[in-house]
């Protein structure tokens, strides 16, 4: 089994920043893609940014330039860098990761419990 703890959430003012961690632990044999999503009351989870175990990108335009996903791959641990953020920000934050266990002979998608972001006008 595997696990995905994020920490870093809380409430911030407009133009403020903050740093989320996920950190997975378990029966990991290697990680694939991780990232983080996020879901606004009364709206659909929808994806913040993802990043490859080769380091490559991928940011929703609605965050593109303001964040910077980040990853150590010795920690089994993804961050995501948020700097002047915006009300329309405010959303639980969810970490994923895509994980081959070992004795595994496919990936896994695997998500955590979720963090909450504020952001205040």
């Known amino acids: 089994q595997v696990q995905l703890v994020e920490s870093g959430g809380g409430l911030v003012q407009a133009g403020g920043s903050l740093r989320l961690s996920c950190a997975a632990s378990?029966?990991?044999?290697?990680?694939?893609?991780m990232g983080w999503y996020r879901q606004a009351p009364g709206k659909q989870r929808e994806l913040v940014a993802v990043i490859t175990n080769g380091v490559g990108t991928n940011y929703a335009d609605s965050v593109k330039g303001r964040s910077t996903i980040s990853r150590d791959n010795a920690k089994n641990t993804v961050y995501l860098q948020m700097n002047s953020l915006k009300p329309e920000d405010t959303a639980v934050y969810y970490c994923y990761a895509d994980v081959l266990s070992i004795g595994s002979v496919r990936s896994y998608d695997y998500w955590g419990q979720g963090t909450q972001v504020t952001v205040s006008s």
């Open positions: 378990g029966n990991i044999f290697s990680i694939n893609t």
